[in-house]
C-alpha cells in the first residue's frame, strides 16, 4: 500500500521560518534532458507535500537569482558533468546556501570511477577488476598491442565506459576483441580517459539510500533485465527493460545488496541520497558497478520506483529528504 502524502504545512527547521527550496535542473551537460525531467518531478512531488517551490536552470542568471530568493533550500537535480563533479557545490557553498546531497570533496571522489572503486575496495567491497586508459597513451604506446594486453590481463568480456559520467553514455560491453577499438573511440568521445573492467554476469540490481531521523534507509532493489546493452536509451524510455521491484532475491541476497548500498554511501561520505548499481554473481557474490551521488527520478528511474515498491508516496519521501538536509549538521 502506497503511503499517504505528509500534510501540507509549510516545511521548517527546528525554528524560525524558511524560503522556498530551489530546484536546479537543466546544466549543459549530455544528461541536460534527464535533469529537467527528474527536476519536474521532484518539484511535483514537493508542491504535492505543500512545500513552496521554484525551478531553475544553471545559467548565468543563477547567483543573482539565489540571492534574490533567498532561499531556505537548494536541491541540484543534475546528472553529469558539473552537477555532480562537485564543482556546483563549491560555487554553492560560497554562496552560503544550504543543499540536498553530497558536498563537493565527496562529489568528486565518487564522480571518479576508479577512485571510487578504490575507496570501496578499501573500504571491503568488491568491485569488478578493471584499469584505466587515457587516450593520449593509448594513442602513443599503439592502440592494439594496449588493448591485447587488457585481454590477456582481464579477459572477455569487458565493459568500457568514461571514468566520469553517467547514464551509460559511452559504455559498451566487449564480448568480442575484434569490438574492442570501437568501443574505445565511443568511450573517448565522452571523456579523454577510459575504464576497462572485467564484465561479471549475474544478477544487476539497482539499490538506493536515503538520509533520515532514523539513519541510512535501504529501499527495496530494483532488478533489471534487459535482451541488449541497459544503454541511455533503456534507462529513460519506456520499454526496452523490464524491472522487478522488489528484485526476485531470497531474503539473504536481499540483505547483502541493501548492507553493501548502506556501505557504499557510508565509504564515499554521501549524504541524503545515492543510488548503487550492483552485480550478484553466480556465487551470490555482490560486486559494485559504481554509485551514483545525484540518481535520476524521472518517471522510469529506480529510486523513485524502489520508493513506491517500499511504500513511500514520492511526496513523501522528498519532503522528508527535504526536512532532514536542513537540520543542521552536528
Excluded at 69 to 77: F, I, Q
Excluded at 98 to 103: A, L, N, R
Excluded at 128 to 140: C, E, H, I, N, S
Aim: with cysteine; charged share 20%; proline share 7%.
Amino acid at each position: 500500500m502506497t503511503a499517504p502524502a505528509s500534510d501540507a504545512s509549510p516545511v521548517t527547521p527546528s525554528s524560525g521560518t524558511v524560503g522556498p527550496v530551489v530546484i536546479l535542473a537543466g546544466g549543459l551537460s549530455h544528461e541536460r534532458d534527464v535533469s529537467v525531467r527528474s527536476g519536474r518531478r521532484v518539484a511535483d512531488a514537493l508542491r504535492e507535500a505543500g512545500v513552496e517551490v521554484l525551478v531553475h536552470d544553471v545559467d548565468a542568471d543563477l547567483l543573482r537569482f539565489l540571492r534574490d530568493t533567498d532561499p531556505a533550500l537548494v536541491w541540484p537535480v543534475l546528472h553529469g558533468a558539473s552537477g555532480e563533479d562537485g564543482s556546483l557545490q563549491d560555487v554553492l557553498a560560497l554562496a552560503g546556501v544550504p543543499t540536498v546531497g553530497t558536498g563537493p570533496r565527496q562529489s568528486r571522489q565518487a564522480w571518479s570511477k576508479p577512485v571510487a572503486k578504490a575507496e570501496l575496495l578499501q573500504g571491503g567491497l568488491s568491485t569488478p577488476d578493471y584499469v584505466t586508459l587515457p587516450q593520449a597513451l593509448f594513442r602513443d604506446l599503439g592502440a592494439q598491442t594496449v588493448l591485447d594486453m587488457i585481454v590477456d590481463r582481464l579477459g572477455l568480456p569487458l565493459v568500457v565506459k568514461p571514468v566520469q559520467g553517467g547514464s551509460a553514455l559511452g559504455v559498451t560491453r566487449v564480448d568480442d576483441a575484434g569490438r574492442f577499438p570501437r568501443a574505445m573511440v565511443d568511450c573517448f568521445s565522452y571523456g579523454d580517459t577510459a575504464l576497462i573492467e572485467r564484465a561479471v554476469d549475474g544478477i544487476e540490481v539497482a539499490v538506493s539510500v536515503v538520509d533520515g531521523p532514523d539513519g541510512l534507509e535501504a529501499l527495496p532493489a530494483v532488478e533489471i533485465v534487459t535482451s541488449g546493452s541497459y544503454d541511455y536509451d533503456a534507462r529513460y524510455n519506456p520499454g526496452p527493460v523490464e524491472y522487478f521491484t522488489p528484485a526476485r532475491l531470497d531474503a539473504e541476497a536481499g540483505r547483502k545488496v541493501a548492507e553493501v548500498a548502506r556501505r557504499a554511501h557510508e565509504i564515499l561520505g554521501l549524504k541524503h541520497l545515492s543510488r548503487t548499481d550492483i552485480i550478484l554473481d553466480a556465487d551470490g557474490t555482490p560486486h559494485v558497478l559504481e554509485v551514483n551521488v545525484s540518481p535520476g527520478l524521472t518517471e522510469t528511474s529506480l529510486l523513485p520506483q524502489a520508493a513506491e515498491a517500499a511504500g513511500y508516496s514520492l511526496s513523501a519521501l522528498y519532503r522528508r529528504i527535504v526536512e532532514h538536509a536542513l537540520v543542521p549538521a552536528g
